[in-house]
């Protein structure tokens, strides 16, 4: 492992730590694999507020529509056997579809371009005012007409993913959840993850959380529901570890994958782009894809009634990283994209030397906390309360052992000052000279606050 990269997978969970404490979350779950491998893995905060149970990264979360990239994966490998094609027809498979539905190509359907709604025209399943649906509710909303004309635009639709759920199990004579886990979950050697809920006694489950608003306080949100026929488009359940060593073996460059890189490739090809999206984003056969800094991804995101969850590669770095949130609000999308900005910055600018790495650590005042983080010659000053950490980072040249010159910052900050540590008699740094400002230790800081306010 690169030395950049052990010292970007030292500073993540300290930001995460961070962020879990200043937006109030209930727990996140992390989890960065390198080449299919686990090189980070780490839990925040509780699996239930209700019991103030730690969690745990064996914790299983709902992981929602990451459910589609499995769903695609398994109608690929269907397609390897030659028991199926990608133009083939819904209705070639299912009877009883709506004329125009059943002339959707599977290829439509995995790429959400056959125009079908989204949810149906009660989706109160995502409000928890009603079950999901089952195979005969579904089949009856099978047999309406699509909102739009399929090969149009890129339309989201869950239903569309049940009805690639009952192609497969035309296909292979079998139950989806049956034949997914013994062909897709199994074979690719996921030991924390089912295509559907509820888990089994004894698996360690995260519990969902609703917002704070409007009560004012969060309410546990079970999640344990089964997801019925729309299992392929919502129902997995996983861990943050489980779905990084997956999602890596997507990427077409993956040594090891249940799927040929023909088919990889083709998964993450780009088949629309959403033109009504403020950042540039694009989907596959059941991939979603972007960019986050410089580098471009693949991956998918889920949301339950309890739970938010990201999970995206950078194809060709060997690199995946997956964020489980167990709140409706969650922020694992913002969150993830952080984290490609810390590896892509710690990849540009290289890992701490012996000159600068007495610098590291988070230091505060009374306006702000400061993570200063050294990076080969020179220091970055970030801000952990940011969405992406380094934005409009102060840097500091290290002149000397414990003194530096702001080489770098924006108009209104401390462009051309000094920055210096202070180390107390046992030859630790006890607090941060930065500009004219003095930077204390969290306990430091929150001494002086009681000291000179009270409380």
Same mark, same amino acid.
């Given at each position: 492992?690169?030395?950049?990269?052990?010292?970007?997978l030292?500073?993540?969970?300290?930001?995460?730590?961070y962020?879990?404490?200043?937006?109030?979350?209930?727990?996140?779950?992390?989890?960065?694999?390198?080449?299919?491998?686990?090189?980070?893995?780490?839990?925040?905060?509780?699996?239930?507020?209700?019991t103030?149970?730690?969690?745990?990264? $064996?914790?299983?979360?709902?992981?929602?529509?990451?459910?589609?990239?499995?769903?695609?994966?398994?109608?690929?490998?269907?397609?390897?056997?030659? $028991?199926?094609?990608?133009?083939?027809?819904?209705? $070639?498979?299912?009877?009883?579809?709506?004329?125009?539905?059943a002339?959707?190509?599977?290829?439509?359907?995995?790429?959400?371009?056959?125009?079908?709604?989204?949810?149906?025209?009660?989706?109160?399943?995502?409000?928890?005012?009603?079950?999901?649906?089952?195979?005969?509710?579904?089949?009856?909303?099978?047999?309406?007409?699509?909102?739009?004309?399929?090969?149009?635009?890129?339309?989201?639709?869950?239903?569309?993913?049940?009805?690639?759920?009952?192609?497969?199990?035309?296909?292979?004579?079998?139950?989806?959840?049956?034949?997914?886990?013994?062909?897709?979950?199994?074979?690719?050697?996921?030991r924390?993850?089912?295509?559907?809920?509820?888990?089994?006694?004894?698996?360690?489950?995260?519990?969902?959380?609703?917002?704070?608003?409007?009560?004012?306080?969060?309410?546990?949100?079970?999640?344990?529901?089964?997801?019925?026929?729309?299992?392929?488009?919502?129902?997995?359940?996983?861990?943050?570890?489980?779905?990084?060593?997956?999602?890596?073996?997507?990427?077409?460059?993956?040594?090891?994958?249940?799927?040929?890189?023909?088919s990889?490739?083709?998964?993450?090809?780009?088949?629309?782009?959403d033109?009504h999206?403020?950042?540039?984003?694009?989907?596959?056969?059941?991939?979603?894809?972007?960019?986050?800094?410089?580098?471009?991804?693949?991956?998918?995101?889920?949301?339950?009634?309890?739970?938010?969850?990201?999970?995206?590669?950078?194809?060709? $770095?060997?690199?995946?990283?997956?964020?489980?949130?167990?709140?409706?609000?969650?922020?694992?999308?913002?969150?993830?994209?952080?984290?490609?900005?810390?590896?892509?910055?710690?990849?540009?600018?290289?890992?701490?030397?012996?000159?600068?790495?007495?610098?590291?650590?988070?230091?505060?005042?009374?306006?702000?906390?400061?993570?200063?983080?050294?990076?080969?010659?020179?220091?970055?000053?970030?801000?952990?309360?940011?969405?992406?950490?380094?934005?409009?980072?102060?840097?500091?040249a290290?002149?000397?052992?414990?003194n530096?010159?702001?080489?770098?910052?924006?108009?209104?900050?401390?462009f051309?000052?000094?920055?210096?540590?202070?180390?107390?008699?046992?030859?630790?740094?006890?607090?941060i000279w930065?500009?004219?400002?003095?930077?204390?230790?969290?306990?430091?800081?929150?001494?002086?606050?009681?000291?000179?306010?009270?409380?």
């Amino acid at each position: 492992m690169d030395n950049w990269l052990k010292a970007a997978l030292d500073y993540i969970p300290r930001w995460l730590e961070y962020q879990m404490r200043l937006t109030d979350q209930p727990g996140c779950a992390v989890a960065v694999a390198l080449k299919g491998r686990i090189v980070l893995e780490q839990a925040f905060g509780v699996a239930d507020i209700s019991t103030g149970r730690r969690l745990t990264p $064996r914790h299983r979360f709902r992981v929602a529509s990451h459910s589609k990239s499995f769903t695609s994966a398994a109608v690929f490998k269907l397609r390897q056997a030659g $028991r199926l094609r990608l133009d083939d027809a819904a209705g $070639r498979y299912v009877d009883g579809l709506h004329p125009v539905v059943a002339e959707a190509t599977l290829s439509q359907l995995l790429s959400h371009g056959a125009g079908l709604i989204r949810d149906g025209e009660d989706a109160g399943q995502w409000q928890d005012r009603r079950p999901f649906l089952g195979e005969s509710e579904l089949r009856a909303a099978l047999r309406e007409p699509p909102v739009i004309d399929a090969g149009t635009r890129l339309k989201y639709s869950n239903h569309g993913f049940g009805l690639v759920g009952l192609i497969i199990e035309a296909v292979t004579g079998e139950p989806y959840c049956d034949w997914v886990r013994r062909e897709i979950v199994g074979a690719a050697r996921l030991r924390e993850t089912e295509p559907d809920g509820p888990a089994a006694r004894g698996v360690k489950v995260a519990r969902g959380h609703s917002r704070a608003l409007p009560l004012g306080r969060r309410l546990i949100v079970p999640g344990d529901n089964p997801t019925n026929a729309l299992a392929p488009a919502t129902g997995f359940m996983s861990t943050a570890s489980d779905l990084a060593r997956f999602f890596a073996s997507l990427d077409p460059a993956a040594k090891t994958s249940i799927l040929t890189p023909a088919s990889r490739r083709e998964m993450i090809h780009r088949q629309w782009r959403d033109v009504h999206a403020g950042a540039e984003s694009h989907y596959g056969h059941g991939i979603m894809m972007g960019k986050a800094g410089d580098w471009e991804w693949f991956g998918h995101a889920g949301g339950f009634q309890s739970c938010h969850s990201r999970t995206i590669v950078v194809p060709g $770095r060997g690199l995946a990283v997956s964020i489980l949130t167990n709140a409706i609000d969650g922020p694992a999308w913002a969150w993830s994209d952080a984290l490609i900005h810390i590896l892509q910055t710690f990849a540009g600018r290289g890992a701490a030397t012996a000159k600068t790495r007495d610098w590291a650590g988070r230091w505060w005042s009374l306006w702000r906390t400061l993570d200063f983080v050294p990076m080969r010659d020179h220091v970055l000053v970030g801000d952990p309360a940011l969405a992406v950490p380094f934005t409009d980072a102060s840097e500091i040249a290290v002149n000397k052992r414990d003194n530096g010159t702001i080489r770098r910052a924006t108009g209104l900050a401390n462009f051309a000052e000094q920055a210096r540590l202070v180390r107390g008699g046992d030859g630790r740094v006890r607090q941060i000279w930065f500009g004219g400002t003095k930077y204390l230790s969290e306990k430091g800081m929150a001494a002086e606050l009681k000291r000179k306010y009270g409380g």
